[in-house]
């Protein structure tokens, strides 16, 4: 199947609070998005981890 299951990770607090799918065919690069981390209490930067 292409969409993958990923996890997003905050950048400060390297926690690992979402997961979303992702189409590995069409999208190769890592995704990043500004959500909001319930751990630092404040939206971060949340990058794609393995």
């Given at each position: 199947m292409p969409r993958e299951i990923?996890?997003?990770q905050c950048g400060?607090?390297?926690d690992k609070?979402?997961?979303t799918t992702k189409n590995k065919k069409t999208t190769t690069?890592?995704?990043e998005f500004s959500k909001f981390c319930r751990?630092?209490?404040k939206h971060t930067s949340h990058?794609?981890?393995k």
């Open positions: 990923i996890q997003l400060d607090c390297k609070n979402y997961s690069g890592r995704l751990k630092c209490r990058k794609e981890v």
